[in-house]
C-alpha cells in the first residue's frame, strides 16, 4: 500500500514536471518568431536608410546668367545724323571688331569729349584773365600764370602736374570698378559714357527726375558738345604750337 502511494506521488511529479517543460518549451516558441521579425524589420529599414544615404538628391543646375552688350545699331543711334544724313564715319571705324569694340569706342568717345570740353572752359578762362584767389603753390599766385593755355601749364610746377593726372587716373581707375559693383558694365549690357563715380557728376541731382526721353536727349547733347570740344582743343593747340596754321583764330 505505501509502494501504491509512493508511485501515484512519482507519477503526479512527473506530470507536472512535464507540464512544466512543454509550457517553457511553447513560450519560447511561441517569442521566436516575433523576435525573428523584429530583426529582419530593423535590418531592413538599416539597408533603406544606407540606399538613401548612398544616393543623394542631385541640386538642381545653377541657372545661366547672362550679358549681351549692346549692339552696334543701338549705340550709333545716337546721337541723330541730320549734320550728314548718315553715320559720319569716312576711316570705317564703326565696323572694327564687335559691339563690345563699339561699346568701347563710344565710351572713349564720351570721355574724351568731357575732358575737351573742360580743357576748353579752362583754355579760355585762363586767356579772358579769371584767376582763383591764393597760390598755386608757395611763392606762385594764380594771378601771376601766364594767359596762354599752354604758357600756364608750363608754369605749373611738375608735382602740380602729377596731382592732376592722378587725380585724374583714380577717377577712371574707381569708374571702372563702380561701373563693374554697382551697375552694369557698358560691355555687358550698360550704357557707354554713364559716369559711376558718386558725385563726380550732377552732385546736385538735377536729373533725377528726368524721364528717359530727356536723359536719352541729353547724351546725344553731350556727344555732339563733345565733339566740337575736342575740335576746338585740336585747333587751339595746333595754333599755340604752329602760329597762323588755323585760319581766323587770334593768338592763344
Not at 143 to 172: C, T
Request: hydrophobic share 45%; proline share 7%; glycine share 8%.
Amino acid at each position: 500500500r505505501h509502494f501504491g502511494l509512493h508511485s501515484a506521488r512519482v507519477d503526479n511529479t512527473m506530470k507536472i514536471s512535464t507540464a512544466l517543460i512543454l509550457v517553457t518549451v511553447s513560450s519560447a516558441v511561441a517569442f521566436a518568431p516575433t523576435s525573428v521579425s523584429r530583426s529582419s524589420k530593423v535590418l531592413f529599414m538599416s539597408d533603406d536608410a544606407v540606399e538613401t544615404e548612398e544616393a543623394p538628391a542631385e541640386p538642381a543646375p545653377a541657372p545661366v546668367v547672362t550679358s549681351e552688350c549692346i549692339s552696334k545699331e543701338e549705340i550709333l543711334k545716337e546721337p541723330n545724323t541730320i549734320e550728314f544724313q548718315q553715320v559720319w564715319d569716312p576711316l570705317g571705324l564703326a565696323t572694327l571688331g564687335g559691339d563690345e569694340t563699339l561699346a568701347w569706342f563710344r565710351h572713349s568717345e564720351v570721355k574724351h569729349g568731357r575732358v575737351a570740353m573742360a580743357a576748353f572752359v579752362g583754355w579760355w578762362a585762363v586767356a579772358a584773365g579769371a584767376t582763383l584767389p591764393g597760390d598755386l603753390t608757395y611763392g606762385v599766385p594764380f594771378s601771376s600764370l601766364p594767359k596762354e593755355g599752354l604758357a600756364a601749364w608750363d608754369a605749373v610746377p611738375g608735382w602740380g602736374k602729377a596731382q592732376m593726372l592722378m587725380f585724374a587716373g583714380l577717377i577712371e581707375f574707381h569708374d571702372e570698378i563702380f561701373f563693374s559693383r554697382r551697375s552694369t558694365h557698358y560691355l555687358k549690357g550698360g550704357i557707354p559714357g554713364k559716369n559711376m563715380v558718386p558725385g563726380l557728376y550732377d552732385p546736385l541731382g538735377f536729373s533725377a527726375n528726368k524721364s528717359e526721353e530727356a536723359k536719352a536727349r541729353g547724351r546725344s547733347v553731350e556727344i555732339k558738345n563733345g565733339r566740337l570740344a575736342m575740335l576746338a582743343m585740336a585747333a587751339l593747340y595746333c595754333e599755340a604750337k604752329i602760329p597762323g596754321s588755323v585760319p581766323f583764330q587770334p593768338d592763344c
